[in-house]
């Protein structure tokens, strides 16, 4: 009898135990690295829509030949309308192309939203279906890929970039990819 109360009073602790554990490891992870299998991988073959007009395409060809940033974005995501006044404002103060991906969005409500918040991208792939979001891994918006000349993702950010972000993740980064870039401040 004495043996089941040991053994009853030491579960909660062996619980409690093991819980904090769980947790004291966890406290070194960032939520918003999460892993990608596209690291060190070309950006997924595609055909896509221009969002600006359905009947042209656009593909891996159309991708810029220097390093650049594609960010997927909704106008049904609370975190990118956070996100996008910081994207503009990034597109005009930096020579970092944007290639934005408009994903799983009506087209109509996505060019209402860049008309009247300012359109931060070089040019904006339409992903109505989601299939290049699926193909990149991507888990919601906004995820931004840092991707250099020649297609081959370096990086994936999952959140909002703002001017933290910015500063300490983003444009440090897009500086290795580009030694032309090293000269560029932070932005304020």
């Known amino acids: 009898m ?24 966890s406290l070194g992870n960032d939520p918003t690295e999460l892993p990608s299998q596209r690291i060190g991988k070309e950006v997924p073959e595609f055909r896509l829509s221009n ?3 359905a009947e042209e395409f656009f593909t891996n060809q159309d991708l810029p030949n220097k390093p ?17 006044p910081y994207l ?6 930096y020579p970092i192309p944007i290639i934005g991906l408009n994903y ?7 060019l209402k939203y860049l008309q009247k918040g300012g359109d931060p ?4 792939i339409a992903d109505e279906q989601g299939t290049m979001g699926i193909d990149l891994g991507v888990y919601g918006a906004p995820e931004t890929f840092l991707v250099d ?9 999952v959140g909002v970039i703002d001017n933290r972000v ?9 500086k290795e990819l580009d030694p032309n870039l090293e000269q560029l401040e932070a932005a304020e």
């Not at 004495?2 to 554990?21: E, H, M």
């Not at 503009?88 to 103060?93: D, E, I, L, M, S």
């Not at 000349?149 to 950010?157: A, D, L, S």
């Not at 910015?166 to 897009?174: A, D, E, G, H, R």
Request: proline letters at 3%; aromatic letters at 16%; charged letters at 15%.
């Open 2 to 25: 004495a043996n089941k109360k040991v053994i009853i009073t030491s579960i909660p602790i062996v619980i409690f135990t093991a819980l904090v554990v769980v947790f004291w490891f």
């Open 104 to 110: 799983k969005d009506e087209r109509v409500d996505a």
């Open 121 to 124: 991208y070089l040019f904006s």
């Open 149 to 157: 000349g020649n297609g081959v993702i370096h990086h994936r950010y």
């Open 51 to 53: 969002l600006h007009n």
């Open 88 to 93: 503009v404002r990034f597109a005009n103060q």
């Open 166 to 174: 910015w500063n300490t993740i983003i444009l440090p980064k897009m």
């Open 68 to 84: 650049f940033l594609l960010n997927v974005w909704a106008t049904w995501c609370v975190s990118c309308h956070v996100e996008h």
